[in-house]
């Protein structure tokens, strides 16, 4: 259906129009994390991009965490692109909350998975997604 034709019924006060709009205006940049070769560390700066494919293709572990989260007055979502993801014991970012309250089992192959994260706190808490598992 045609973006034209959503509508929605908003009751209440609203606030931060002005600086979701400033949000909305400035497109993000993928970053490309390159390979996570044996046991690394992966800082995600959601100042620079809110894109990221990650390679793990060697066994070890994958420490992740968020750099420069959103401030509380705005949501921030990313997506990791993450090829072999299930051949690493990952070890998450803080304050994830995943369906089921676990971590999803990821794919060993080279078709990737797309995890999505979402904050509407500052990167207090973070909903965890598997979007797509060994995508083609």
């Known amino acids: 259906f045609a973006a034209n034709s959503i509508s929605a019924n908003i009751t209440g006060t609203l606030s931060g129009i002005a600086t979701a709009a400033a949000v909305w205006a400035t497109p993000r940049t993928i970053g490309v994390s390159g390979d996570a070769t044996g046991t690394v560390s992966i800082g995600l700066n959601l ?15 994958v420490t992740w965490t968020v750099v420069n989260p959103p401030p509380v007055s705005q949501s921030q979502t990313f997506i990791i692109e993450y090829i072999n993801g299930g051949t690493k014991t990952n070890t998450w970012f803080t304050g994830i909350r995943w369906p089921a309250g676990s971590a999803p089992t990821l794919s060993t192959t080279a078709n990737p998975d797309l995890l999505s994260f979402t904050s509407i706190d500052g ?7 598997l979007l797509q598992r060994g995508s083609a």
Request: glycine share 18%; hydrophobic share 30%; aromatic share 14%.
């Open 47 to 61: 100042n620079s991009a809110n894109y990221f494919t990650v390679s793990g293709s060697a066994a070890g572990t």
């Open 123 to 129: 990167g207090t808490n973070w909903r965890g997604l």
